[in-house]
């Protein structure tokens, strides 16, 4: 059972672009939602992570929407760069209930390719 | 500050051996996870550890086992490796105090079973 659905799959963008990673979730424990950037070769690292009191968040051109009825969140990349090539994870983690609290859940990933 | 280590980078086993992965977590994280990567499954939990107790575990066979040493770094062995286990091995630390501690991902170790 996938608790996490991310789309799409691959994506293209032209430098400049706004690309949009989606995801749902299923699992209404979930209460803790960060985003991983990975290159080829390199573990994941977070970008940005979210929980579901608010309904957005900004770091730099990195956005998380955060829609809580409908077990949603996207990422959204302002004035995407080459340099923004990679995979981009999403993830779920239950903080506040105990059991699996220190367990991320993954999306199956996107690899976004900013074209210059 | 250093990052979270992993060794071997690296390795080709034969169908039925074993393998045991190390890590070493960032200096003063107490809590180490495991997940495996592979292009069809994506990132799946294994298992974690925190103070030398395993607190979580994932739905891996039993041949997937850890183990966390008293300095906090961690062991993973896989016992009777199978053509499926090929996959990326990712360590992960974080303080572990609170399960909103930020996890850092190392750059794993590529186990290729042939």
């Known amino acids: 059972q996938q608790q996490v659905k991310q789309s799409p799959q691959s994506l293209i963008v032209q430098k400049g672009g706004i690309p949009i990673i989606n995801c749902a979730y299923e699992?209404?424990?979930?209460?803790?939602f960060p985003w991983y950037q990975q290159f080829p070769g390199k573990g994941p690292a977070l970008l940005i992570a979210?929980?579901?009191?608010?309904s957005e968040k900004k770091e730099g051109r990195f956005t998380i929407s955060f829609n809580k009825s409908a077990k949603q969140f996207s990422l959204h990349i302002m004035d995407s760069q080459p340099g923004d090539s990679a995979t981009y994870f999403c993830?779920?983690?239950?903080?506040?209930?105990?059991?699996?609290?220190?367990?991320?859940?993954f999306g199956k990933g996107t690899l976004l390719t900013v074209n210059p | 500050k250093a990052g979270v280590t992993q060794t071997p980078r690296y390795l080709i086993k034969t169908r039925g051996q074993q393998v045991t992965l190390s890590c070493s977590p960032i200096?003063?994280?107490?809590?180490v996870s495991w997940y495996q990567q592979t292009p069809g499954q994506g990132l799946q939990f294994l298992f974690e550890?925190?103070?030398?107790?395993?607190?979580n575990k994932g739905n891996f066979p039993g041949r997937f086992s850890g183990r966390q040493f008293s300095n906090s770094r961690s062991e993973m062995n896989v016992s009777t490796l199978e053509l499926g286990d090929s996959a990326l091995y990712l360590c992960?630390?974080?303080?572990?105090?609170?399960?909103?501690?930020?996890?850092?991902f190392g750059e794993g170790s590529w186990l290729t079973v042939v």
């Open positions: 992960a630390s974080s303080l572990g105090s609170y399960s909103g501690n930020t996890i850092y």
């Open positions: 699992n209404t424990a979930f209460d803790y």
């Open positions: 979210i929980r579901p009191d608010v």
């Open positions: 993830a779920a983690q239950s903080i506040t209930r105990g059991g699996s609290n220190y367990k991320l859940t």
């Open positions: 200096s003063g994280h107490r809590s």
């Open positions: 550890y925190f103070s030398e107790t395993q607190r």
